[in-house]
């Protein structure tokens, strides 16, 4: 057992957070517990910031199949999960990464030799679906999209979503009901995942989560899932937290497991504590463009580590210590980002 | 592709620039104070801040992710980059930033990329050949149906050639001009709509009532003729004029002062 996993394992049975003790779980047991094969999990996030990447290497080790992936754009953690085989179908808005992939490499293989069943939506829509899956209401109308291939391309058929209870339709095309001919909307259907897994910077000892910085779709995420885990910089005292409550997002009620991941979101950016590791990245964009690489890459750098600490090793103090973000600045100003 | 051409000004005093940087200058003049600007990264990102800091500096930016009018003292290589969270006026998320994007009493003004455009504006993101089986995937639409959706008005990136400017898109990922016309109203969209397409040899923009496509500027050291020959649909050219050239001003502070790193203009 690693530092890592006897940290956690200490405070719990010390029970130096009291209030949490039971959600307090190591990446591994948090995995085990909640994501099943099948499930249909959401990933906090956005590209190559605050990606639960802790998380995600987790369920790859543990080689979690069959995951119904719902995204907006989540980059690095979608590419991981989708090109180590963790996932049979995606709901997706954007499998990109910016400057570091203009279309994810594994997620792009995945799509054009067919080992992944695809439907698109945009950004907003998936955003909408999440918030939808939060009101407890079945589906949400938006403007955007009408008379786009989003509206008259399916990538799940129906005869597939019967099968999966899925919603029946990828989307509607109604009249406004309360407006004049010629007004269209569209009906997205409402999501609402399994499992949100993501990661945030603060925990307080009762439970109650800070994000620091943009918080993307993560809280409709959160709010719509039947479980929640969030993996964490630090646990702070609750005093700390309670004393800003404006800044704090979710109550301790929504979470079901917490996990002490510092530098959990690797090489993604986490805000206050350090930048997206632009010389991972690179790695990366190189490794992933070719199977045979793509295969070492998964080897060396997720099974061929013990667990997050492990992993924390092999990255090193010194390339930890590159991205580490300005206290100010909540980034890493000057770093070489080429 | 064209990025490593020099263009030669035409002018005595001979300033050397980028197809690239071109492109930035030639978006950012159609930036005004007070417009809100929906960025994406890219070459959209240097139009908006020389824009900000040549003639617009009342223009505010912001992201999809939810950063509102960041500071930008260093280039974001992503809109969920940790640098557009920087002294922004407010940090929020997705829903708050669409919100924004569709807001009736704001000029938005989006800049969106694709991998194909047509005669009418409309944008393919997401895939080449068969939805089902495509022969080349990309990203998706992200964030660009929707701002293609709901903005004021969008600004399009596109590198020139036959297989960008397409008669026929392989995916309609974010609506433009439709069909031209009228459609787009009858559609159901209150407003919006591409009002240029800026490439790496010139500007395009849409007729008032067809919504067609036409040349409206060539770039210096571009012919008509080469602008024609690299797209795959009927363009029509009888108004085009050359390009006012950057300036040294407008280098100057894109180069020193906007990508110093060249992590853009490359």
Redesign the interface.
């Known amino acids: 057992m690693s530092d890592a996993s006897q940290r956690c394992e200490l405070a719990r049975i010390s029970e130096q957070y009291p209030d949490i003790c039971d959600k307090l779980l190591t990446p591994k047991e948090a995995v085990a517990r909640y994501v099943k094969n099948e499930s249909m999990i959401a990933i906090g996030?956005?590209?190559?910031?605050?990606n639960p990447m802790a998380l995600i290497y987790e369920m790859v080790r543990q080689r979690v199949r069959d995951l119904h992936l719902v995204a907006?754009?989540n980059?690095q953690g979608l590419d991981v999960l989708v090109g180590a085989g963790c996932v049979r179908r995606l709901e997706?808005?954007?499998?990109?990464?910016?400057?570091?992939a203009?279309?994810?490499f594994r997620?792009?293989k995945a799509?054009?030799r067919?080992e992944l069943l695809v439907e698109?939506?945009?950004?907003?829509?998936m955003?909408?679906r999440f918030?939808a899956g939060a009101l407890s209401v079945p589906f949400v109308p938006t403007?955007?999209?009408?008379?786009?291939?989003?509206v008259?391309?399916e990538?799940f058929s129906e005869e597939m979503r019967a099968a999966e209870c899925l919603p029946k339709k990828k989307l509607i095309v109604t009249p406004n009901p309360f407006g004049t001919d010629?007004?269209?909307?569209l009906l997205l259907p409402a999501l609402t995942p399994d499992v949100t897994l993501l990661h945030a910077q603060y925990v307080g000892d009762d439970g109650t989560v800070r994000i620091k910085?943009?918080?993307?779709?993560?809280?409709?995420q959160a709010k719509a899932a039947g479980a929640v885990i969030v993996s964490c910089e630090e646990i702070v005292p609750r005093w700390y937290l309670r004393q800003d409550p404006d800044q704090n997002c979710l109550p301790p009620f929504l979470v079901d497991a917490y996990v002490l991941a510092p530098y959990g979101a690797h090489p993604t950016?986490c805000?206050y504590f350090y930048?997206?590791d632009p010389a991972h990245l690179n790695m990366y964009k190189v490794m992933a463009k070719d199977d045979a690489q793509w295969q070492r890459y998964l080897d060396e750098w997720v099974y061929g580590v013990a667990d997050h600490e492990d992993y924390l090793d092999k990255v090193g103090g010194s390339a930890l210590m590159r991205i580490r973000?300005d206290s100010v600045?909540?980034?890493a100003?000057g770093l070489d980002?080429? | 592709m064209r990025e490593e051409d020099i263009v030669p000004n035409t002018e005595t005093q001979v300033l050397q620039y980028t197809s690239r940087e071109m492109m930035a200058i030639a978006a950012g003049r159609f930036i005004r104070n007070g417009d809100v600007l929906f960025a994406g990264?890219?070459v959209a990102m240097l139009a908006a801040c020389v824009a900000k800091r040549i003639h617009a500096p009342k223009a505010v930016v912001f992201f999809?992710?939810?950063?509102i009018d960041p500071a930008l003292?260093?280039l974001p290589?992503?809109?969920?980059?940790?640098?557009?969270?920087?002294e922004t006026s407010m940090?929020?998320?997705?829903?708050e930033s669409?919100s924004i994007v569709?807001h009736r009493k704001l000029h938005t003004i989006a800049f969106l990329g694709a991998a194909q455009v047509d005669r009418y504006g409309n944008l393919n993101s997401?895939?080449i050949g068969d939805?089902?089986?495509?022969?080349?995937?990309?990203?998706?639409?992200?964030?660009?149906?929707?701002a293609g959706?709901?903005a004021s008005a969008f600004i399009v990136f596109m590198q020139h050639g036959r297989r960008k400017f397409v008669e026929q898109l392989d995916?309609?990922?974010?609506?433009g001009w439709?069909t031209g016309g009228d459609?787009r109203r009858?559609?159901?969209?209150?407003r919006g709509g591409p009002i240029a397409v800026v490439s790496d040899l010139g500007v395009m923009k849409f007729r008032e009532d067809s919504k067609e496509m036409y040349l409206a500027e060539y770039y210096p050291g571009v012919t008509i003729d080469e602008i024609l020959e690299h797209t795959g649909f009927q363009l029509d050219a009888s108004d085009a004029v050359e390009a006012i050239p950057p300036n040294e001003k407008e280098l100057r502070i894109l180069r020193t002062n906007v990508d110093p790193?060249r992590?853009?203009l490359g």
Request: charged share 20%; net charge negative; proline share 4%.
């Open positions: 996030g956005f590209t190559i910031n605050r907006h754009s980059g997706v808005a954007y499998g990109g990464n910016g400057r570091f203009p279309t994810c997620f792009r799509v054009e067919g698109d939506y945009s950004n907003y829509q955003t909408l918030l403007k955007s999209g009408l008379q786009t291939d989003l008259r391309y990538g010629g007004d269209d909307v910085g943009l918080s993307f779709a993560d809280l409709e950016a805000h930048d997206y973000a600045l909540g980034f100003p980002r080429r | 990264t890219g999809e992710t939810g950063g003292t260093e290589l992503a809109v969920a980059d940790p640098r557009v969270m920087d940090n929020s998320g997705l829903i669409f569709a997401t895939c939805y089902h089986k495509p022969t080349v995937r990309f990203s998706g639409s992200g964030g660009a149906c929707d959706s709901l995916y309609l990922t974010t609506p439709l459609s009858a559609a159901g969209f209150a790193q992590l853009i």
